[in-house]
């Protein structure tokens, strides 16, 4: 691909979300008035000193990161590189990969029955497929800049956004074979409901989402508020929470009938999780620095303080703890999701992406810019 046509295509989309970001951060939300939810907030400190367990230094700027935990293993993704990190001993191994024009958009998905890795590269327009038992790598041609990724394990198949294609790619893990499906306009983020196999695609640029019907490949489209850029779903609940990133709102959808209603968030919402266990949803606020926390069973809301600049997030549903990565004031908030009470841990510099292995409570979170990962143990909860 030319590169300049693919800066050009790129650029358009962060223009899209970061002009939002920025104009959104001059002026109050507006309101929507389909909003079910009524807020309450909280900031609750805890202002006891914690501090991560390690720092992993890659020595490269980095994209995303996803932990093992059946093999106790994490997969760091950074510009035209992956690396292996040991649970255990933090020792990594690089996985090289060769592809030219690779740019810092890259997502990671694990399928954890056949341990499988699989990493989107827009530059490249092609999918990584990575073996977890032997670490060899396969390279699938995909076009259309993939970016979000998503895997259903039951069926072992894999759901690539493609941002410029318009579409949605449908891999066959056992075969690495390819269908292509219509999207919306510039698909980003997918989701998976593993019970009912429906598969969920944000369009940031129509405002809907597509769902996919996991047995027959057949779509249908839900509407959305404006830009839905990331989205989560709650298998218990058969919901469906999207993020509308340019009117400060989260979309919910049931899953039985695609029926939707809205809560409130704050400024810019740009990430979300779910703990199933407690049927609350935590949103990441990137301009607005806090989180908002949604009752699934209400719609009701909460507002939960945090650094500058949120933009990832995770949670343990084990020990009901949820970390945030802080992107502009280089920190991760913990959140003690029975009570809201949260402290504080430092890490490296520029946080983009966080992810937690639920069995051993590590918390792993990805620093762009000075190429490390922190590990924090996850073994307490803010205020006690």
């Known amino acids: 691909m030319n590169p300049c046509l693919h800066c050009s295509r790129r650029l358009a989309f962060v223009f899209v979300l970061l002009c939002g970001a920025i104009w959104l951060s001059l002026g109050a939300l507006p309101a929507r008035a389909q909003t079910t939810s009524a807020s309450a907030s909280s900031t609750k400190t805890d202002t006891a000193p914690a ?58 998905a694990l399928n954890s029955v056949t341990n499988k890795i699989y990493v989107t590269n ?14 060899a790598a396969t390279i699938i041609k995909n076009e259309g800049e993939p970016y979000g990724v998503a895997i259903n394990a039951k069926t072992n198949r894999i759901y690539v956004a493609n941002v410029t294609g318009n579409n949605v790619s449908v891999m066959d893990g056992a075969t690495n074979a390819v269908t292509t499906l219509a999207a919306g306009r510039m698909p980003n983020a997918v989701s998976v409901n593993t019970v009912t196999n429906k598969i969920y695609v944000t369009n940031t640029a129509s405002n809907n989402v597509t769902v996919i ?19 989560a779903v709650n298998s218990v609940t058969n919901k469906i929470y999207v993020c509308n990133s340019l009117d400060g709102s989260v979309t919910v959808i049931n899953g039985a009938d695609n029926t939707t209603s809205t809560a409130a968030t704050g400024g810019y919402p740009l990430a979300v999780a779910v703990n199933e266990a407690t049927n609350k949803i935590y949103v990441v606020n990137y301009n607005s620095n806090n989180v908002t926390v949604i009752d699934g069973a209400s719609n009701h809301t909460a507002t939960v303080e945090a650094g500058s600049g949120p933009m990832a997030i995770a949670v343990n549903s084990a020990s009901n703890n949820i970390y945030v990565a802080n992107n502009l004031s280089n920190n991760t908030t913990v959140i003690n999701g029975a009570t809201n009470a949260t402290s504080t841990i430092a890490v490296g510099t520029d946080p983009v992406a966080i992810s937690l292995n639920q069995v051993s409570g590590k918390v792993y979170v990805a620093n762009a810019h000075d190429g490390t990962v922190t590990v924090i143990s996850g073994a307490a909860s803010p205020g006690k």
Do not use: R
Not at 61 to 81: E, M, S
Not at 87 to 96: Q, Y
Not at 122 to 135: K, M, P, Q, R
Not at 213 to 231: E, F, R
């Open 122 to 135: 827009e530059g490249s327009n092609s999918v990584l497929v990575i073996d977890g038992a032997t670490n």
């Open 213 to 231: 019907d996991g047995a027959t490949n057949a779509t249908s489209t839900v509407a959305t508020g404006k830009t839905p850029t990331a989205l």
């Open 51 to 108: 501090s991560p367990i390690a720092a992993i230094n890659l020595k490269m700027p980095l994209a995303d990161v996803v932990a093992n935990v059946a093999a106790n293993k994490v997969y760091v993704v950074g510009y035209q590189h992956v690396d292996v990190v040991d649970g255990t001993t933090n020792a990594s191994i690089p996985i090289m990969v060769k592809s030219k024009w690779t740019d810092f958009n890259t997502k990671t």
